[in-house]
């Protein structure tokens, strides 16, 4: 009677009672439990042969590894601490004011107050006694002013040893379970009393006695349709709500509706916010706020004995009502009576031959605000109407939150088994309560964050690779003015705090912005230009000193080779080029312009020819870096920690077709300009004394390297040899199709961030690179990536690929409007304008 009348039963059931705290385990005065964190898997680009092939894995995990087993699954969420990226920055950078940078990320992520969400499973394992007994024996203990046995070291060893036995079956997953560390629990359990206690440390791994008694210290109120916790002084901390999810449609769409537990991430509301409170200027975007609902689901899935003979008993109801009433004077069984039996018999013969059984599930969901309960009731209906739009109905437990509350903690039981159901178990595999989006390094510089299903903080090691023994190149590819520039800057201002010697080769010549923005921030930054200013900076013989003579001695009189008109070389020039360049060695002290000088004062006439020649074109602004003769205090470019900017816009390289002896003069200086900056980049990157540096070498506008010979070997031979040489290579096209014609270079590809491209052809090069399905729908999603719901450019929104082969959509983020202006690549965007001209100048020239 008394559960009848919904008054007795497992709503009478005292709380739970927490014995001991252990990795991974909770235990209680009834029962013992595994708790294991899950992993999240990447779902929202994911293929649709990926997804059904990992919803088949999860599907078989509930059928033989959870069968006849009582599961708790809980999705939480916790706000970012922002404060530990200061803690970790003391360990990732060494180089400039890193804590001043640091403290930029740090200030930027208190803004935007991203969640995060932690996915934990309780599986019981062991029964330790009935309620009866445990009560009766708790009250004698009272009574005698003694406290109740606590956990013997052995219990607890063969609980830990059967977790772990069930952690091995559970972590081969998709889930990809691992045992919850015991803070972690710790941290599931105080969290509900909304104290700002810190959690108690524990002791040889284990939480028991007083420590374990403090994290339930608090006060939570019951009423009708909400609880209310209070805090130490008897203050509300927080209004909570628990809902129930009392019906589901008869069929959900996966992806789509059907990811009921995935979805919780996308549910959002506008707080009610009096218009006095209120800037004039207020985005409308910033009042839409997460509501953030947590769940709580208790399921047990049924053997396939037992659901096979539930299934059947219920076709054999239905067959019995349809013959009932065939026999009745009506002679019509009702439509839902055939139904049921037909849906009844084709589920028992998939049970027979798929690995399908049934699930009984008890969804929870809590909502919680720490504002006021009217903040609370515009999340409840927010909740309500967000499912309530794909047919889910969800409503308050009106006079059972008390019950329902306790039933959501850790290590409790069901108290109200009728607000449950009874589906297969693909209805609960397919929501999905592990799906969403993930992507980028586990550790490492924050330089963004995920718009996917499920928010998160973008982390991009570009300097990580040759740690991990793996590949150490990234591309940008899009269309000009989405952001690509810009992130790569960001990756290299990253790099260069991290202590590492960054060469950027900027074609482009709007590069000058991470000049000005790693000064501003104490890094050793240098912006070499083209011109009689910068004469003699790309000398060979000054960047191959450390490699010795020998090579300067064949590369230089190939550089001048490539400089001097045809009909000179044409009448065997190269010879006193090769003899002049010997001499200056020889001398001592050899410079490329010492070697011209010596031309043009010799006693053969076509030396003094070659001479006259290379010294005029020395006086150009192409010819003078490589050939000049180096002005007071010219800026040398030197292998060490810091960003290293060559600008040398305005070059014209002749395409891999064009015959040697058709190039013109400005094509003939590019190429020797060109052959300075691969030859130092090569030879730096594969200095025996430089391999413990960290270097990253740059290269924006990769398509004018990819249109010579030369240059698309050295983007092959940087990439095959980063890993070993602990070298970066940062490559920015637009031409993502020529890139994926470079198998040296794709083959060695860890990250790939891909901007809006609106050409198919583009798009489908792209879609490979990202390990995306080719096709249309692929192709939408590329076009649409940088573009703003209205219809506006979103600058540094992209998919990236990470180097696990996963895919995301992530906003590249600049913390502040400062630090924007200084990286600003538009055509009006110039470095000096930030700073005073004169003091750059001079700082290039130290």
Avoid at 83 to 110: C, I
Avoid at 463 to 489: F, I, P
Avoid at 808 to 821: F, H, R
């Amino acid at each position: 009677m008394s559960t009848f009348l919904g008054l007795g039963g497992d709503r009478s059931a005292e709380p739970t009672h927490y014995k001991a705290l252990a990795d991974g385990l909770v235990v209680t005065s009834t029962h013992a439990e595994a708790w294991f964190t899950l992993g999240s898997s990447n779902t929202d680009l994911m293929s649709e042969t990926a997804r059904d092939a990992e919803l088949d894995e999860a599907v078989s995990a509930l059928s033989r590894t959870l069968a006849g087993s009582e599961v708790h699954l809980r999705v939480l969420w916790s706000p970012l601490a922002a404060d530990d990226y200061m803690e970790e920055a003391g360990q990732l950078f060494t180089a400039g004011d890193w804590a001043r940078w640091a403290q930029l990320r740090v200030d930027r992520l208190d803004q935007i107050a991203l969640p995060t969400r932690h996915l934990l499973m309780g599986v019981r394992i062991s029964e330790r006694s009935g309620p009866a007994a445990t009560a009766g024996r708790r009250s004698a203990a009272e009574s005698l002013g003694i406290g109740a046995a606590g956990v013997s070291t052995k219990e607890l060893a063969r609980l830990d040893a059967v977790m772990r036995r069930l952690g091995r079956l559970l972590e081969a997953t998709p889930w990809r379970a691992q045992p919850a560390a015991v803070e972690m629990l710790a941290w599931m359990i105080a969290r509900e009393q909304h104290r700002t206690t810190p959690v108690p440390a524990a002791h040889r791994g284990l939480i028991a006695g007083a420590q374990l008694a403090a994290l339930t210290r608090g006060r939570v109120l019951p009423f009708p349709d909400h609880l209310r916790v209070t805090d130490a002084h008897g203050d509300t901390a927080a209004w909570v709500s628990i809902l129930t999810m009392s019906g589901f449609p008869e069929e959900m769409e996966s992806p789509g509706s059907g990811e009921w537990l995935r979805a919780l991430s996308e549910i959002t509301y506008v707080p009610d916010i009096d218009d006095s409170d209120l800037d004039a200027d207020v985005d409308p975007a910033s009042l839409i706020l997460p509501v953030s609902p947590e769940a709580s689901v208790r399921f047990k899935v049924l053997p396939k004995r037992d659901a096979m003979k539930k299934v059947d008993d219920a076709r054999r109801l239905a067959k019995e009502q349809r013959r009932s009433a065939a026999a009745q004077s009506a002679e019509d069984p009702g439509r839902a009576t055939m139904e049921t039996e037909g849906v009844m018999a084709g589920l028992l013969r998939d049970m027979g031959r798929q690995d399908v059984t049934l699930v009984e599930d008890h969804p929870r969901l809590i909502v919680t605000s720490t504002n006021s309960l009217q903040d609370l009731r515009a999340r409840v209906d927010a909740v309500r109407a967000y499912y309530g739009g794909v047919g889910i109905e969800v409503g308050v437990g009106e006079e059972e939150q008390r019950e329902l509350w306790l039933e959501c903690q850790a290590g409790d039981r069901l108290r109200v088994p009728d607000m449950g159901h009874t589906r297969d178990i693909t209805a609960l595999a397919g929501s999905w309560w592990w799906g969403g989006a993930k992507v980028g390094d586990d550790e490492g510089p924050i330089t963004g964050y995920l718009t996917g299903t499920t928010p998160g903080t973008f982390r991009n090691d570009v300097t990580a690779g040759s740690e991990r023994g793996d590949a150490t190149t990234t591309a940008y590819m899009g269309r000009s003015g989405r952001g690509k520039t810009t992130a790569m800057m960001l990756s290299m201002l990253d790099a260069a705090f991290r202590g590492a010697f960054v060469l950027a080769l900027d074609f482009k010549g709007d590069l000058g912005g991470v000049v000005a923005a790693g000064r501003h921030y104490g890094l050793n930054s240098h912006l070499i230009e083209t011109g009689p200013r910068f004469a003699g900076v790309a000398d060979l013989f000054t960047l191959l000193d450390k490699e010795g003579s020998e090579r300067a001695q064949i590369e230089v009189p190939a550089q001048l080779g490539i400089a001097m008109p045809p009909h000179l070389r044409a009448r065997g020039a190269e010879t006193p080029v090769q003899h002049a360049t010997n001499q200056v060695i020889a001398e001592g002290a050899p410079a490329t312009w010492k070697v011209i000088e010596r031309l043009r004062h010799s006693d053969d006439p076509l030396a003094r020819e070659t001479g006259e020649a290379l010294y005029e074109l020395s006086q150009t602004g192409i010819g003078a870096p490589f050939m000049g003769r180096p002005a007071a205090g010219a800026p040398p470019l030197q292998p060490e920690p810091g960003i290293w900017v060559v600008q040398i816009p305005g070059l014209s390289l002749p395409g891999a077709s064009d015959d040697r002896e058709d190039w013109n003069v400005l094509q003939r200086m590019s190429v020797a300009l060109m052959h300075s900056m691969l030859a130092y980049g090569v030879t730096t990157a594969g200095r025996k004394d430089l391999r413990s540096l960290r270097k990253v070498v740059a290269v924006p506008e990769v398509h004018v390297l990819t249109a010579t010979k030369e240059g698309s070997s050295f983007l092959e031979y940087i990439a095959r040899v980063g890993r070993a040489l602990s070298t970066a290579l940062l490559l920015d096209t637009q031409d993502p199709q020529s890139l994926s014609q470079l198998v040296g270079v794709v083959e060695q590809l860890t990250t790939v961030v891909g901007f809006q491209l609106t050409n198919a052809t583009q798009q489908d090069a792209l879609a490979e690179l990202l390990n995306l399905p080719v096709g249309q729908h692929t192709r939408t999603l590329i076009q649409s990536i940088g573009m703003a719901p209205d219809g506006e450019i979103r600058h540094g929104h992209s998919i990236i690929r990470d180097r696990r082969f996963q895919s995301a959509t992530v906003q590249w983020d600049i913390p502040t409007t400062e630090l924007l202006e200084l990286l600003d690549t538009t055509p009006r965007a110039d470095p000096t304008d930030l700073a005073d001209t004169e003091t750059i100048h001079q700082e290039a020239t130290v």
